[in-house]
């Protein structure tokens, strides 16, 4: 049984900053990709930002520039840099691992930028 437990959420006022970690625990091999998506009140769930097992990252426009994926596949952990931080990231971010044919969510961390 895999487990993904976020941390690091928070409010922060807009121009801040945070650091999202999500650790992984139990049975994993073979790590594909990981990936940080967001849900925010109302909207439907985004994707943010991915890194695969190759260290290929991928970023949403919105987030360009301003968000830095990082994984740490020894620790079984994932991060997610915010800087630049605005009041439209406010979202429960969650993070996503898949293991070759599954995936493995989250259970969420709240964001809230102040403006």
């Known amino acids: 049984q895999v487990q993904l437990v976020e941390s690091g959420g928070g409010l922060v006022q807009a121009g801040g900053s945070l650091r999202l970690s999500c650790a992984a625990s139990?049975?994993?091999?073979?790590?594909?990709?990981w990936s940080w998506y967001r849900q925010a009140p109302g909207k439907q769930r985004e994707l943010v930002a991915q890194?695969?097992?190759?260290?290929?990252?991928h970023y949403a426009n919105f987030v360009k520039g301003r968000f830095t994926i990082s994984s740490d596949n020894a620790k079984k952990t994932v991060y997610l840099q915010m800087n630049m931080l605005k009041p439209e990231d406010t979202a429960v971010y969650y993070c996503?691992?898949?293991?070759?044919?599954?995936?493995?969510w989250g259970q969420g961390t709240q964001v809230t930028v102040s403006s």
């Open positions: 890194i695969t097992s190759r260290r290929t990252t």
């Open positions: 139990g049975s994993i091999f073979s790590i594909s990709a």
């Open positions: 996503n691992l898949v293991l070759g044919v599954r995936d493995y």
